[in-house]
């Protein structure tokens, strides 16, 4: 299980859920309510495209060359003819998105995950992912870039993902709750199952 600090984590686990149930999860469904979905699908789109040079950054670390240049070619095409990421048009040229992220390159070096983590309103976490976390940041070309107000339209595009994010979520998490005997337990396991997953970039394990 190694959930050394699962007390803890709980506490934690209820503090964000009783966050989430008052602000979070009324605002997500406001959102997927009252904003068009083809609004959302550019929302979803443009925050994927600004996120693009992270996911490349990991791929080359991840020694993946073409996986890289796929997400090159993906940014080069939404950020022209997708007008800055507003319309996923690599999509339709059937150039197909891909996620990775620092702790799933410290994991393919052979970085083990540790003990599982409860992050304060970050949700589940491990310290290699939590750590990977930090590594992005440094990897966003945004972070190097200051305009006008850059704190600012930091946090708007945090929000938008937040947001987002959950919005999409909504149908299956309240599934999940709703068929969990142990909703933090079933939050780790999946939590666990879906990092293996990414790690492998969708190929079976050794196991099955």
Request: net charge negative; no cysteine; charged share 25%.
């Amino acid at each position: 299980m190694n959930d050394p600090y699962e007390a803890t984590n709980r506490a934690i686990f209820d503090f964000n859920l009783s966050i989430d149930r008052t602000f979070l999860k009324p605002t997500a469904q406001r959102y997927q309510t009252y904003v068009p979905e083809e609004v959302r699908d550019s929302v979803r789109s443009t925050l994927d495209n600004l996120h693009a040079p992270v996911v490349v950054a990991n791929d080359l670390l991840q020694a993946e060359p073409g996986r890289a240049g796929t997400m090159t070619g993906r940014f080069l095409i939404n950020s022209t003819l997708g007008l800055g990421g507003l319309f996923d048009v690599a999509t339709r040229f059937g150039i197909e998105s891909h996620d990775e992220d620092f702790g799933q390159t410290l994991a393919v070096w052979g970085v083990g995950d540790g003990p599982y983590l409860m992050l304060p309103l970050l949700g589940p976490s491990n310290p290699r992912d939590a750590v990977g976390r930090g590594a992005d940041v440094a990897f966003d070309p945004v972070t190097y870039i200051k305009f006008k107000r850059h704190v600012m339209w930091e946090g708007v595009r945090m929000y938008l993902n937040i947001v987002d994010t959950r919005s999409r979520g909504l149908e299956t998490l309240d599934g999940i709750e709703r068929n969990s005997l142990d909703f933090y337990a079933t939050v780790r396991s999946l939590y666990r199952q879906n990092r293996a997953y990414q790690i492998r970039n969708g190929m079976p394990s050794n196991d099955e």
